[in-house]
């Protein structure tokens, strides 16, 4: 699993353009930026959509406030999803909306989690970094079942 002191892996995302799908690398997302990445199991589903990311949409602008460049949500969804769910959730130019359609990404990472058994494939755990200049400098993995550590709020008091 990655940890404290990695590189992020170049390894592409798909983000919703204004024509379809647009490719981003990993290096161009992270390169000379200080990023907060939060990973989800799936877009739509309960816990993701009532308190991860609303907590991130509404607290933005405070964590943006903090150095921080831009935010990011990425699943184990494809593009399409990710910006339905993006725009379902207003998260407007707040929140990148990443989408890592084969948990190329997240596997890369060790942070990959079969979900196989519960109908629902292949998937990412939920986590939430914080990437300098692409290197991993806070790295908070939630248990299974769980949302605790992966919260915008706990994001805040690492950045205050």
Do not use: Y
């Not at 940890?3 to 000379?32: C, H, Q, R």
């Not at 831009?70 to 707040?94: E, H, L, P, R, Y």
């Amino acid at each position: 699993m990655i940890k404290i002191g990695d590189k992020i892996p170049n390894i592409g995302f798909k983000i919703m353009g204004k024509n379809g799908p647009d490719a981003i690398s990993s290096d161009e997302l992270f390169s000379n930026k200080k990023i907060v990445i939060f990973s989800l199991p799936g877009a739509f589903t309960p816990t993701c959509s009532a308190k991860h990311l609303p907590g991130f949409i509404e607290n933005a602008d405070k964590i943006k406030g903090m150095g921080v460049d831009s935010i990011a949500c990425i699943s184990v969804n494809d593009a399409f999803v990710m910006g339905a769910w993006g725009k379902d959730q207003n998260t407007g130019d707040k929140i990148m909306m990443l989408a890592d359609g084969s948990a190329e990404w997240v596997d890369a990472i060790g942070l990959g989690l079969d979900l196989t058994a519960a109908g629902m494939g292949k998937r990412g755990q939920r986590f939430a970094m914080i990437i300098d200049n692409g290197i991993v400098s806070h790295l908070a993995v939630d248990e299974h079942g769980e949302f605790e550590v992966s919260s915008a709020e706990a994001i805040i008091k690492v950045l205050g």
